[in-house]
């Protein structure tokens, strides 16, 4: 299952023997004075509000990476984005990094989504050019430093390197990861939104469905695009569910739900 807690992120930097959870005694060939001691300070400091940007950090060391883990309130964004144009690689030390791109005139979008994330990036996002049957598409995109904490994320969301649609995704998903999903793949159509879930089988959009209508009462229809599968949202729904999700949209997506900027 799908979980941030406590255990499941100890668990990943238990050694060998199970008995301790010294990081120098796991990776020994770690440098000890990357993190200089402080013990000085006594603030009181909640958990995740001190995330700022460590873009043009030197390269952590494996200590800091196994130290690094993802505070409750950006769960829903990566559920947002992985379920629609992000993804994730992993390695072969078991790290993993999360990609996010976007088309150019998604620049502000994709900014937003850096802004909240940029604590685990180590650049600023740049442009990309993909040629596409002679034509040129320009976009922007971003990416993180490879963690161990990203690694839960691939494993409910890859099967063997496959993009899927995770088993829990009624537990996980949110009106903030929905917005998320709006914003980077929904199209408007009509009066309603269609979500561009063509990477995905037949019958993983089915489930999806379902889990959007059992959990936000949603009108769904499947509908195929060149021979793939997308879902289509009634005009109706998004009016029953604009007041939950218009907080977590930024001001240049306000379109999608029938909004002038």
């Known amino acids: 299952m799908f979980s941030f807690s406590k255990r499941n992120m100890t668990s990943r930097i238990i050694n060998k023997n ?12 770690s440098n000890r004075n990357y993190l200089p001691a402080n013990n000085r300070c006594k603030d009181l400091v909640v958990y995740g509000s001190n995330l700022s940007s460590t873009v043009n950090y030197p390269p952590y060391t494996s200590i800091v990476r196994y130290m690094v883990n993802i505070p409750s309130h950006l769960q829903s964004i990566l559920v947002g984005i992985l379920i629609s144009d992000a993804w994730l690689q992993i390695n072969k030390a078991g790290n993993t990094r999360l990609a996010f791109k976007q088309s150019i005139d998604k620049l502000e979008y994709l900014f937003y989504v850096f802004n909240k994330l940029s604590h685990y990036c180590s650049t600023y996002p740049h442009l990309t ?15 993180t430093r490879s963690y161990p904490c990203f690694t839960e994320l691939y494993q409910i969301f ?28 929904g199209t408007k159509t009509y009066n309603g939104i269609t979500l561009q879930t063509q990477s995905f089988t037949v019958k993983e959009v089915v489930f999806i469905v379902n889990v959007l209508i059992h959990k936000f009462h949603l009108k769904c229809s499947i509908h195929m695009q060149r021979g793939q599968p997308t879902i289509y949202i009634s005009s109706k729904s998004m009016e029953k569910i604009q007041a939950y999700i218009l907080p977590y949209i930024c001001n240049s997506m306000r379109y999608k739900l029938f909004i002038k900027k």
């Open 129 to 143: 050019k993909t040629n596409i049957n002679g034509q040129i598409f320009y976009g922007i995109s971003f990416s």
């Open 158 to 185: 890859y099967n063997k390197s496959i993009k899927i649609v995770p088993l829990n995704l009624y537990e996980i998903v949110t009106y903030e990861a929905l917005a998320h999903w709006i914003m980077a793949s």
């Open 18 to 29: 199970k008995n301790s959870l010294n990081l120098l005694d796991r990776f020994p060939r």
